[in-house]
């Protein structure tokens, strides 16, 4: 066994985005691809002698290949240990929990979390620090700024690990330990959340589909679900995860989980559902004939977050990334403690619960979490609800209505154009910039424009800034519009609209979402000409 020096020249395009670098599996197939990007991540990092690396991955193709080079290139690189799932699986929330029960110096995630895989779809890779959160921009930039300079990269000749033996081993004298990729994030979840409550509400016949996607929170949610908590044998639904999450799209909304839907709002329906998405940090929550937004689910999990064992001590504040409606703002009111809002991307919350300004985060792309780890987390959220709706004893479509009357309805929803012309898609976002010094005051309809701006960011604790981070254009009485370019697309660029309107009146709080905010829709087209520039007479995804 011996150090390799393998000669390489940089490839263009390796800047990590707002969960990592992300590509096309035949890009990461390319001699050297994955080796140059593992290569600057350990450049920037520093020799590894004496620290430990978390490597696991959401089991799509060339999950486990990837790890077979991350270990040959880590035992190059001086690391001492690698703590591995079995089979190459770790959710993305499982991954923060070992680096931070573990005390690793960091861990390499392998995903593109709700992003299609096998061969003709996405893969991913992404870097998280030891405090078990993303890395920061500055840290992602320095990883970018290596993979332009390269000239080189090293990596073991020995190998390869058997990923499916649990225990330790050596790899070039480097130890790599096949862990339970779901015992100690089960362990954590039990000592959150009142399972004896939970076990209770099964045994008393409640029933419940957890739809896995075929993607990596089957094993967890069968694990927890229909192992710990006595929940029924088949609960958990495409629960073997997949290299290709079974020619589905492993992003959990009612559009990609319309089978859950459907037996939702089917007769004899299940008295709650929920969703996961590839790498299993988002979540969906269903009642019967309602799928809850990620906005409400954040808001009333903060406002009910005593009900929890974990969280019996209150909330010290709530984080938000600007997208997201502005219920859990009247929540934070209501408990009178701090709402933060923040740009798209969960590394963002990282400082805020560091420095223990926050307890609860949500993005309303379905991430929903807490200070437990430093990511988001859908088998959490839907642990959260099932401990509510044990406490409660009421159905989930109560305990919504009952939110709303008490806090008021933001009727909210995405619209996606997905791989929309780059260069269309960008002089869009120009042209609305140009727009913004002149559109406070103006009327449209029955709105009028308090605030336009391009949303920027100094985050409370490093004071460091983010900028252009989404275009915001907010009406006198709250309601908003939001365009922004996503940076999870692998193909052209995705325009996302988000639109929200608040109604505090508990008799409309049964409209349906699009037609309560068809006059903002409409705004939204004639200020942006987002039909005709990006060619879309309606979007791909309506969320």
Known sequence: MSIQTIPTTPFAGQRPGTSGLRKKVTEFLQPGYLENFVEAIFLTLGEGAGR???????????????????????????????????????????????????????????SASHNPGGPDGDFGIKYNIGNGGPAPETLTEAMFANTQALTHYRISDAGPVDLDQLGSTQLDGMAVEIIDPVADYAELMARLFDFAAIRALFAGG????????????????????????????????????????????????????AELIACMDGPGAPDFGAASDGDGDRNMIVGRRLAVTPSDSLAIIAANATVAPGYAGGVQGIARSM???????????????SCFETPTGWKY??????????????????????????????????????????????????????????????????????????????????????????????VFGSFRVALADDFAYTDPVDHSVATRQGIRIVMADGSRIVFRLSGTGTEGATVRLYLERYEADPARHDIDTQYALSELIAIADSVSGLRQRTGRDRPTVVT
């Open 349 to 442: 919350f990282g400082n805020l619960m560091d420095a223990e300004l926050v307890t609860l985060c949500g993005e309303e792309s379905y991430g929903t979490g807490s200070h437990h780890i430093r990511e988001k987390d859908g088998l959490w959220a839907v642990l959260f609800w099932l401990n509510l709706l044990a406490v409660r004893g009421k159905p989930v479509g109560e305990i919504v209505r009952e939110h709303w009357a008490r806090f008021g309805r933001n009727y909210y929803s995405r619209h996606d154009y997905e791989a929309v012309d780059a260069a269309a898609a960008d002089a869009m976002m120009a042209a609305l910039r140009a727009q913004l010094p002149a559109l406070a005051g103006q």
């Open 323 to 337: 997208p997201t409606s502005t219920a859990a703002d009247r929540v934070a009111e209501a408990l009178g403690i």
């Open 52 to 110: 430990t690396l978390v490597v696991g991955g959401d089991g799509r193709y060339f999950n486990r290949g990837a790890i077979q080079t991350i270990l040959r290139m880590a035992a190059a690189h001086g690391v001492q240990r690698v703590l591995v799932g079995r089979g190459g699986i770790l959710s993305t929330p499982a991954v923060s929990c070992v680096i931070r029960k573990h005390a690793a110096f960091g861990g390499i995630v392998l």
């Open 206 to 257: 409640f029933r419940m589909r957890f739809d896995a996607m075929h993607a990596v929170s089957g094993p967890y949610a069968t694990t927890i679900l229909e192992g710990m908590l006595g929940a029924p044998a088949g609960t958990v639904v495409n629960g073997e995860p997949l290299e290709d999450f079974g020619g589905g799209h492993p992003d959990p909304n009612p559009v990609n989980a």
